[in-house]
């Protein structure tokens, strides 16, 4: 599977960088999956486990107190006041 890259920020600083397969969140409309060649938009996230599929097939865990979503064709950033690996 095609690969992108993703940054999740928090006030601590960078949380995770690194070239990803699929994001999963929960957006201000419902769950959603992330893949490349998404098409560019930004969304606000409630509170919610976030998965990250590595293209190895294993997954990192996280949760968010909620946050802002932006997806580009440059990568994919997830900023949030509160985000916690699992």
Do not use: W
Not at 6 to 33: H, Q, W
Not at 65 to 82: P, Q, T
Request: proline share 3%.
């Amino acid at each position: 599977m095609k690969q992108y890259n993703l940054t999740i920020s928090s006030p601590d600083g960078n949380i995770f960088k690194g070239e990803v397969v699929a994001l999963y969140v929960r957006a201000c409309e419902g769950d959603m999956a992330v893949l490349a060649g998404h098409t560019p938009f930004v969304t606000t996230l409630k509170p919610c486990e976030v998965r990250i599929e590595l293209e190895d097939c294993t997954e990192i865990k996280g949760y968010t107190e909620g946050g802002i979503l932006s997806v580009a064709a440059e990568g994919v950033a997830l900023l949030s006041s509160s985000f916690k690996l699992i």
